[in-house]
């Protein structure tokens, strides 16, 4: 089983880049088997998905975000990094890590959430 | 990019009702279709995958059904722990997932 562990601060400032990390246990992040993910809650509203990485590094990022998102694997730590540049106050969010497993496709693990607020 | 709408956006109902929550899809999905509960401050919860199939561990008075655009989640005897909100969500363009808006369910 699983287990997502986030960490990273809890504000930045506008116009500076928000850093998130999941790192994995119970498994290896270098499997076939999963595409590993963030997303993102603002306060008091719906999810968004921000993007993927795959298994040998294939991105897939939200087009509302593309220009501003990378997401990052390292696969030494088991972990995997979320950069978003010039964030704004729209970026103010709960921002969770979470995996897709690419047989049945749902997001079966989640990290905690992190409350990142975007704010001078 | 697949568009998910949801219905209601929230409802309030006693203990023993029955709860059916509507999801709709801009495009086909086929049974692509997920559904999750949330709690305040927690992650979601996977409660139903692939339109039909509930989750291990999930209590029987969930189910779904669907198929192609429409979908629904019936909670056939609503208890104080399922007071939540509830999101469906497509995996048929996964990794490029999209979640519905959301159903807030609460107390009557």
């Known amino acids: 089983q699983l287990q997502l562990q986030q960490s990273g601060p809890g504000l930045v400032k506008p116009s500076e880049t928000l850093s998130l990390t999941c790192t994995v246990s119970g498994g290896s992040i270098n499997s076939s088997s999963y595409y590993w993910g963030w997303l993102r809650q603002p306060p008091g509203k719906g999810l968004e998905w921000i993007g993927s990485?795959?298994?040998?590094?294939?991105?897939y990022y939200n087009p509302s975000l593309k220009n501003r998102v990378t997401i990052s694997v390292d696969t030494s730590m088991n972990q995997f990094s979320l950069k978003l540049s010039s964030a704004t106050a729209a970026d103010t969010a709960v921002y969770y890590c979470?995996?897709?497993?690419?047989?049945?496709?749902?997001?079966?693990?989640w990290g905690q959430g992190t409350l990142v607020t975007v704010s001078s | 990019d697949i568009q998910m709408t949801q219905s209601p956006s929230s409802l309030s109902a006693s203990v023993g009702d029955r709860v059916t929550i509507t999801c709709r899809a801009s495009q086909s999905i086929s049974n692509y279709l997920n559904w999750y509960q949330q709690k305040p401050g927690k992650a979601p919860k996977l409660l139903i995958y692939a339109a039909s199939n509930l989750q291990s561990g999930v209590p029987s008075r969930f189910s779904g059904i669907g198929s192609g655009t429409d979908f629904t989640l019936t909670i056939s005897s609503l208890q104080p722990e399922d007071f939540a909100t509830y999101y469906c969500q497509q995996s048929y363009s996964t990794p490029r997932i999209t979640f519905g808006p959301g159903t807030k369910v609460d107390i009557k």
């Open positions: 979470a995996s897709t497993i690419n047989t049945v496709l749902v997001n079966d693990y």
């Open positions: 990485i795959y298994y040998g590094g294939s991105t």
